[in-house]
């Protein structure tokens, strides 16, 4: 069974920085793109940021773009998102996201648990 | 950038009954990168369509999808207790605003 488990959520202050990561089981991790999602508090999904199979591609959502970092390590079957100078607005759960193909557009099939990212001082 | 808008914003009806709806496209996309998805109060979303009318593994057939270019349909044929959620169309790494699908 396909799983993902994220971890690393947590409260930081303002201008800090958190390294979120994602455990990938179940599926052959390597040939897959992977995505973050976040959710804000009541609000909508907004696509974050994704990787190619390879870790050789990234993109980045424009409100995340030079103070987030994807990564993965496919030798740990695990994707990472460095995020850094943290803002309110950045407060959301933040779900690990697998493509179904190495495609970086098609659908989501698997989705983690979600970890809660809050920006407060 | 793609703007997708979901319509209507919260839609009540009763089990049994059929709803229907609505995702539009500020442009034409493919229907290849269509996606719906269902998620319930506190957990992650489920996808229900993909490729704007193949159902994913084990949902089941009183969810369909239809639609090209710019508009696009989730219908649920009769409603049941558990189908109460939030739905979300996605083209691309864009995402519609939802709806809210209530019990009348």
Known sequence: EEQLLESGGGLI???GSL???CAASGFTFSSYVMSWVRQAPGKGLEWVSGIS????????ADSVKGRFTIS???SKNT???QMNS????DTAVYYCAKRRSNSWYVEIDYWGQGTLVTVSS | EIVLTQSPGTLSLSPGERATLSCRASQSVSSSYLSWYQQKPGQAPRLLIYGASSRATGIPDRFSGSGSGTDFTLTISRLEPEDFAVYYCQSRNTFGQ???LEIK
């Open chain 1, 13 to 15: 202050q303002p201008g």
């Open chain 1, 19 to 21: 390294r979120l990561s």
């Open chain 1, 53 to 60: 199979a390879s870790g050789g591609n990234t993109n980045y």
């Open chain 1, 72 to 74: 993965r390590d496919n």
């Open chain 1, 79 to 81: 994707v990472y998102l």
């Open chain 1, 86 to 89: 943290l803002r309110a607005e």
């Open chain 2, 98 to 100: 939802g709806t809210k």
